[in-house]
């Protein structure tokens, strides 16, 4: 089956430095990742829509100056989360998705993961 | 506009009991339907999916699910649970056109007891 990494798994940070996840799709080239956070208890909240080589597509009230997207290759998406503060630490899940068959769906395949908690 | 409705936050059963987890959408075009488990601190892991064809729909771990179009529903349904089957399950739908956004449901904690 596609299988998405996420990493690190869990980052601590302190208020005011900026965090790198990486998002990546091992056995299968993404034409498009997405990039989740979900607070404790929650559904997930798509942040935005990112495709190889172009400008992610951001969701109505996230900050895209404050949550870099780069999808730099079919493999790889990166979500830097700048100047972090407390209320960004959240639970932060990555998807890619292929092109489909004939059925028209584009699957998405999610990553496990990333803890970021804020100090 | 679309959206994903899961009726019961939480659903508490005994071990080897049968369990429906609800999911209605609302939509105006065609839809592909989702459920996904998560298990704490993980990420999340496809059950099963329709996107066209059988209605009734069979995916991993005994769940199945059926589609009804007349009641725009999803309802995720296992005859006999275990302890392991414990996790928030959400239902998801994307859409013909929609370039391939997953639109998710707030999600129904399964919690199963011995």
């Known amino acids: 089956g596609a299988v998405v990494s996420q990493h690190p798994s869990r980052v601590i940070c302190k208020s005011g430095t900026s965090v790198k996840i990486e998002c990546r799709s091992l056995?299968?080239?993404?034409?498009?990742m997405f990039w989740y956070r979900q607070f404790p208890k929650k559904s997930l909240m798509l942040m935005a829509t990112?495709?190889?080589?172009?400008?992610?597509?951001?969701e109505q009230g996230v900050e895209k100056d404050k949550f870099l997207i780069n999808h730099a290759s079919l493999t790889l998406s990166t979500l830097t989360v700048t100047s972090a503060h407390p209320e960004d630490s959240s639970f932060y899940i990555c998807?890619?998705?292929?092109?489909?068959?004939?059925?028209?769906?584009?699957?998405?395949?999610f990553g496990p993961g990333t803890r970021l908690t804020v100090l | 506009a679309q959206s994903v409705t899961q009726l019961d936050s939480q659903v508490p059963v005994f071990e080897e009991a049968p369990v429906e987890l609800r999911c209605n959408y609302s939509s105006s075009v065609s839809v592909y339907l989702f459920w996904y488990v998560q298990y704490p601190n993980q990420g999340l892991q496809l059950l099963l999916k329709y996107l066209s064809g059988s209605t009734l729909v069979k995916g991993i771990n005994g769940f199945e699910a059926e589609f009804n179009k007349s009641q725009t529903s999803f309802h995720l349904r296992k005859p006999s649970v275990h302890i392991s089957d414990t996790a928030e399950y959400f239902c998801?739908?994307?859409?013909?056109?929609?370039?391939?956004?997953?639109?998710f449901g707030a999600g129904t904690r399964l919690a199963v007891h011995p």
């Open positions: 056995d299968f080239q993404a034409t498009t």
């Open positions: 998807s890619a998705s292929v092109l489909p068959g004939t059925s028209g769906s584009y699957e998405q395949f």
């Open positions: 998801a739908v994307s859409f013909s056109g929609g370039y391939n956004k997953l639109i």
């Open positions: 990112s495709n190889e080589g172009s400008k992610a597509t951001y």
